[in-house]
């Protein structure tokens, strides 16, 4: 018999248990497991006032931002509601049926005002951090970084030249990312290196890029991550710019070295991070192998010498040529010394115009030129380490283990839905790249290390 729906809602007195609601394979409970906020509110004790009307309980906002990270809900007006509909939101969130849900609003006066200030984001972050050293998915031994393009929250329409953004001055009635862009550039009082074609009058930090396709308004995340199981262990914005990534990616293990006390023994990355001076830094200055590849121009193709056709002599400083003739960077004495280093950092080694001028095999080594030049970096030194790491087995394994830094941004885009940022400013970027990075790190450990994830095998080897 088809049965009928009474439709009748009348009964005065209900017993219901929210824990009973939540299936034992909901992600949340995962994540509920490995989230510890036992501490927020010692951290933010002092951003709050010890009198007056009691404020909405901080760690409730941070566990609906979790959500919202974790599960792609990009809108906090949505997020609200989400939590308000969700009964596994609510039991995560620790509301009962009838408890009430924050305001929208509430967010953004409380992540411009007292979480910003008291770095909570990247507190939270470091938090999660910790947990996913002590359940041992940090391994230490290996580290990869690498960048991705995220938009911004800004439109060519709204946007004015470069020459102009730069006569722009610091007042109280500019927008706040304008006001931090101004107050930035005044903290480091440097001449910007370029005038940029476009700034947004809405996120003037933003950088205007057409490294994609149709130039827009854009932010970058950097990414380091431990290669045992694609942990996060930092994250930090910057400027559309293979300059600024680079600085970045020194920013991070820096900080990571200073905050746990770890460093790797190699870094895997991309060609962008094979330029002499990052490869000097990585061998010289932190001791690490640089699983890079060199960001090297000296091959040539037309069919003339390389300069690895050249044989270099530490000890004489010179390079010979095949054959057998001299190439220095200094062919008299000068009466100041001279070390010959351009603006570049290169040294610059040349034959004798009468060497080459004689020289049967000229058509093949400099048929444009009276002489040969050799170009050589002042850390050359470490290219050769990176040259020599690049031919050996390990090398090839770091080139697959990239992919994990790789996998995590298409999964920022395409499942956390981050193709594109909410916030402005640099701040702003900055705490919804950490945001997002801590909910990647908590749904990791929800998936690996709950135990059906362990009656699954999906623990990392």
Avoid at 307 to 332: H, I, M, Q
Avoid at 349 to 373: G, L, M, T, V, W
Wanted: include cysteine; aromatic fraction near 10%.
């Amino acid at each position: 018999m088809m049965g009928h729906q009474t439709g009748c809602q009348d009964k005065l007195f209900y017993s219901f248990n929210l824990e009973a609601y939540v299936p034992q394979r909901h992600l949340l409970r995962g994540i509920d497991h490995f989230l510890d906020l036992s501490d927020l509110r010692q951290h933010l004790s002092e951003f709050y006032s010890h009198t007056g009307r009691p404020s909405i309980d901080p760690e409730l906002m941070i566990r609906m931002l979790i959500i919202g990270y974790s599960f792609g809900i990009r809108s906090e007006r949505r997020l609200c509601e989400e939590v308000h509909l969700n009964l596994a939101y609510r039991w995560f969130c620790r509301l009962g049926l009838e408890d009430q849900v924050p305001d929208h609003s509430t967010f953004s006066k409380n992540r411009h005002g007292r979480f910003r200030d008291s770095d909570t984001f990247r507190y939270i972050f470091e938090t999660v951090l910790q947990r996913c050293m002590q359940e041992g998915l940090v391994g230490g031994e290996g580290f990869a970084t690498d960048a991705s393009i995220i938009k911004a929250d800004a439109q060519r329409l709204h946007s004015v030249p470069g020459e102009d953004a730069m006569k722009w001055t610091l007042s109280e009635d500019a927008p706040r990312a304008v006001r931090e862009y101004l107050e930035a550039l005044e903290a480091t009082n440097e001449t910007p290196s370029f005038t940029p074609k476009f700034v947004s009058t809405a996120d003037p930090s933003a950088t205007w890029t057409g490294m994609t396709g149709p130039a827009f308004f854009a932010y970058c995340t950097n990414y380091l991550i431990d290669l045992k199981a694609g942990i996060i262990v930092d994250v930090e914005a910057s400027t559309v710019n293979k300059t600024a990534e680079v600085h970045a990616t020194q920013t991070m293990i820096d900080r990571v070295e200073d905050q746990f006390d770890i460093k790797p023994k190699r870094l895997v990355g991309d060609t962008n991070y094979g330029t002499a001076d990052i490869l000097a830094w990585l061998v010289n200055e932190k001791d690490i192998a640089p699983h890079v590849p060199v960001w090297d121009k000296s091959d040539r193709t037309d069919g003339t010498l390389s300069r690895s056709d050249f044989v270099w002599d530490a000890e004489a400083d010179e390079y010979s040529c095949p054959e057998g003739k001299t190439l220095r960077k200094n062919w008299r004495p000068f009466k100041n010394p001279r070390t010959h280093i351009n603006q570049d950092n290169f040294i610059r080694y040349r034959a004798k115009e009468s060497d080459c001028a004689a020289c049967p095999s000229k058509a093949q080594c400099c048929p444009n030129a009276s002489i040969r030049k050799i170009s050589r970096s002042v850390h050359e030194d470490a290219r050769d380490v990176a040259r020599q790491i690049a031919l050996t087995p390990a090398y090839e394994a770091s080139m697959r283990e990239r992919k994990k830094v790789e996998m995590l941004f298409a999964h920022l885009k395409r499942i956390l839905k981050m193709d594109k940022l909410r916030l402005r400013g640099f701040s702003g970027a900055q705490d919804e790249f950490l945001l997002a990075a801590t909910a990647q790190n908590l749904r990791r450990m929800a998936k690996w290390l709950t135990p059906i994830a362990k009656e699954a095998d999906l623990m990392p080897a």
